[in-house]
């Protein structure tokens, strides 16, 4: 029976070769199954059930549960967080600028339990402001709700003692009075969104100083359910010492004179603000170096005082009031002993106690000795 004996053979020759191969594969590692290659494929099978199952379940661009997709390296990393971190809106987002001078901006806002919810805060200006001058006031209004306006009310006003006077350039019906403003805020302004507003506060010229003013107040207004804990703000208002930035200038020349001879000039004072330095006064000198004298001085109903030696001419200063101007004449006796073609000087000194206290300004003048 040569047929049967092929057959028996024929199933006795794998034996040795799977032998063989498992001789010659590495031992396996814990982690390595070591089942029967009908286990095996069962093992597979169900993965391959499993792997279609999650293929549907996983959207595009995304990692199938378990897994961990490929870590980007280099100049692709940012674009690989960008995708997996949703940035908030406000995040690398710069100030934009409205209609009119209110800035937005995404910081400085914070989130409350109130629907409809918008903040007010006040920056006076700094430093203090002189009197007489503007000071700008920084205004902001903040969203801290979740519900966006479409238009609020800002109403601000100043402190009562300094006088100051309200204006902004701000876009939109403005209305107001003396020492308040009115108008429209926050139109549109997203939750967590920002906006500043700028007012000019100008003060008047004999408010004195250095003082702080308090009292000033900054509301605003968009719905009877908004939060009322912080739509209002108070504010005050400093002012420094005044600051009359007093000027000397030489109005007449003089003319040539030869020694012994009478020589006139004429100067002009000012005071070129912003403040007024009352209730100060200031004084100014006229100084002439030994053998020249000071004759009169002009006009006569505010004359000047000359020293017993006639080298000092004290003269007071009646220039207080902003951007006024005062003409002062003066005559002199030049040196008999002076040289021809040689000059005689003049120093004329203001003292503005108010600019601040005190402060000079000096003006020299040369007469021509001929």
């Not at 359910?225 to 009359?244: E, H, K, L, M």
């Not at 220039?319 to 002062?328: A, D, E, I, L």
């Not at 120093?347 to 600019?355: G, K, L, M, N, S």
């Amino acid at each position: 029976m040569r047929i049967p004996a092929l057959l028996a053979a024929a199933v006795l020759l794998p034996l040795p070769l799977t032998q063989a191969a498992q001789a010659a594969a590495p031992p396996a590692t814990p982690t390595q199954s070591t089942q029967p290659a009908q286990a095996g494929q069962a093992v597979q099978a169900g993965q391959a059930t499993q792997d279609a199952q999650t293929a549907q379940a996983t959207q595009p661009g995304q990692s199938a549960p378990g897994s961990q997709a490929p870590q980007p390296s280099g100049a692709d990393q940012a674009d690989h967080l960008t995708g997996l971190y949703v940035l908030p809106p406000t995040v690398g987002t710069a100030p934009r600028k409205l209609v009119g001078p209110a800035l937005r901006s995404g910081a400085g806002a914070r989130r409350s339990a109130y629907s409809k919810d918008l903040s007010v805060s006040v920056s006076p200006p700094s430093p203090p402001t002189a009197p007489g001058a503007v000071g700008t006031v920084q205004v902001t209004v903040c969203n801290n709700g979740t519900e966006t306006p479409t238009s609020a009310t800002l109403v601000v006003n100043g402190p009562g003692d300094p006088g100051l006077t309200l204006t902004t350039s701000h876009s939109g019906p403005v209305d107001g009075g003396w020492n308040w403003i009115r108008f429209p805020v926050a139109k549109s302004l997203a939750p967590g969104g920002c906006e500043t507003s700028q007012i000019f506060a100008k003060t008047i010229s004999t408010t004195p100083g250095p003082r702080s003013y308090s009292g000033g107040t900054a509301v605003v207004t968009w719905n009877s359910t908004q939060n009322p804990d912080d739509n209002s703000a108070t504010w005050s208002f400093d002012t420094s010492a005044p600051v009359t930035n007093a000027a000397l200038e030489l109005w007449r020349p003089p003319k040539p004179a030869a020694p012994g001879n009478p020589a006139d000039f004429e100067i002009v004072e000012r005071n070129l603000g912003p403040s007024t330095d009352y209730p100060w006064r200031g004084s100014l000198t006229a100084t002439l170096p030994a053998g020249s004298k000071w004759l009169s001085s002009t006009p006569s109903y505010n004359p000047c005082t000359i020293s017993p030696d006639g080298t000092t001419a004290t003269c007071n200063d009646i220039v207080n009031n902003t951007w006024s101007q005062y003409n002062r004449g003066f005559a002199l006796q030049v040196d008999p002993d002076a040289q021809p073609g040689t000059s005689i000087p003049v120093t004329i000194t203001q003292e503005a106690p108010a600019d601040p206290d005190p402060h000079r300004f000096t003006l020299t003048v040369t007469i021509p000795v001929c």
